[in-house]
Nanobody
Framework: QVQLVESGGGLVQPGGSLRLSCAAS????????MNWYRQAPGKERELVAV???????HYADFVQGRFTISRDNVKNMVYLQMNDLKVEDTAVYLC?????????WGQGTQVTVSS
């Protein structure tokens, strides 16, 4: 079955960096567009970044050059490098895959930005 497992979250001070990872299994990873979303308390889930099968990327406006999404099709991993983190980046970050017409989500990893 499809599984997505995120890791790498934690507590970081404003201006700090984190690298999130998402381990994928149960589907042909290299053929799936991969996404990072986030959800803050009391807010709707929002798209952070997308990476296509050929490596093309798209970012939400709020990223403003601070985050980089990447993928490793050998290890079946997708990453989100987050730099210059702000308090408003605090959220649960989730990995999403779309495969054979269905969407699959990981359980999420908490990112807290606080001084």
């Amino acid at each position: 079955q499809v599984q997505l497992v995120e890791s790498g979250g934690g507590l970081v001070q404003p201006g700090g960096s984190l690298r999130l990872s998402c381990a994928a299994s149960g589907f042909t990873f290299k053929m799936s567009v991969m996404n990072w979303y986030r959800q803050a308390p009391g807010k709707e889930r929002e798209l952070v970044a997308v990476i296509g099968t050929a490596g093309g990327t798209h970012y939400a406006d709020f990223v403003q050059g601070r985050f980089t999404i990447s993928r490793d099709n050998v290890k079946n991993m997708v990453y989100l490098q987050m730099n210059d983190l702000k308090v408003e980046d605090t959220a649960v970050y989730l990995c999403k895959a779309r495969w054979e017409g269905a969407e699959y989500w990981g359980q999420g990893t908490q990112v807290t930005v606080s001084s």
